[in-house]
């Protein structure tokens, strides 16, 4: 199934685009989802997605459907043909 | 704020055009000068809300920025000017402050956020506006407001983006519920437009000035993402966790 991955702030940087089209099998979860985009990305995404012990970042906000999920939730979350997933990694001020 | 104060003939003049907006007029003009808002910082963001409730007549701002004014703070931080470069950034923020509107209290603190400081610079206020560089001052003054049962407004940015939200203790998340831990990979300098600065700031002014008048609805539970390269402005929801370390403990509604 195809669903549509969006990327905000330092991802939209690393990654050079907006957002991918991204295909996982019927049944997986975010996290599953979330490694597969990490996977696909440019190497200097990987901070944002994964932890160096390659565990998903637990600061990443990831909205699906325009719903917030936390990164730490992602596994309990199934993901459906024609979600939108936004990745948003935290930003701050300056 | 069981006591307003009154307007001066030269408030009603100054916010004439505020006070036909519907649901504000002379009793939220009274309930705003009554407010204290505390901001930190006071660079691009942060200027841009100081500035923009400074105009629209707060009664106090308290504003806590360390640091001197350098070049490459001037495309976005709107309360400096040029001759002040290698001065007190602070200092620059309080004149052009006090030149838009000298009936604004305004109290200066050339500190940032910390663990140490942070119940003595927030605690007057009766908003917190969050609009430093760093997660850890963020995330002090998201546990100040909690602690405090004062609203918090977020306000951040990134090259052409920005993200705002309310916290009410209580009734919305908290930072902590989103974050709650410093990401570790956020760089302190990152590309930006002043214009996003701005942008991002005025709207975390409309959301004081909302909360202060009681006028409105704050994005409560609500994460504002917008994307000027786009054009494109989503609203995300987000909940409370019952396991915050931050509010998890709070089960009441407070009400500002």
Known sequence: ?94 | MSQLPELTSDERARYEWQLWVRGFGEQGQRRLKGTTVFVSRIGGVGGAVAMQLAAAGVGRLILAHAGDLRLDDLNRQSLMTTDWIGKPRIESAVRRLRELNPHVAVDTIAENVDQCNVERLAGPADVIVSAAPLFEERLQMNREAVRRGVPLVDCAMYEMEGRLTTVVPGRTPCLSCLAPEPPPNWKREFPVFGAVASTVGSLAAMEVIKLAAGLGEPPSGRLLNFDLRSMTFTTITIARRQDCAVCGLLSHETTF
């Open chain 1, 1 to 94: 199934m195809r669903l549509r991955v969006q990327y905000t702030a330092q991802l939209r940087t690393v990654s050079g685009r907006a957002e991918d089209e991204v295909e996982v099998p019927e049944g997986s979860n975010l996290a599953e989802l979330l490694r597969r985009v990490a996977s696909e990305l440019p190497l200097e995404a990987a901070p944002y997605l994964l932890t160096p012990g390659g565990e998903l970042q637990p600061s990443l906000l990831v909205a699906v459907n325009n719903g917030a999920v936390m990164s730490r939730e992602a596994h309990a979350v199934l993901v459906h043909t024609g979600d939108v997933i936004m990745l948003m990694p935290p930003i701050a001020g300056g």
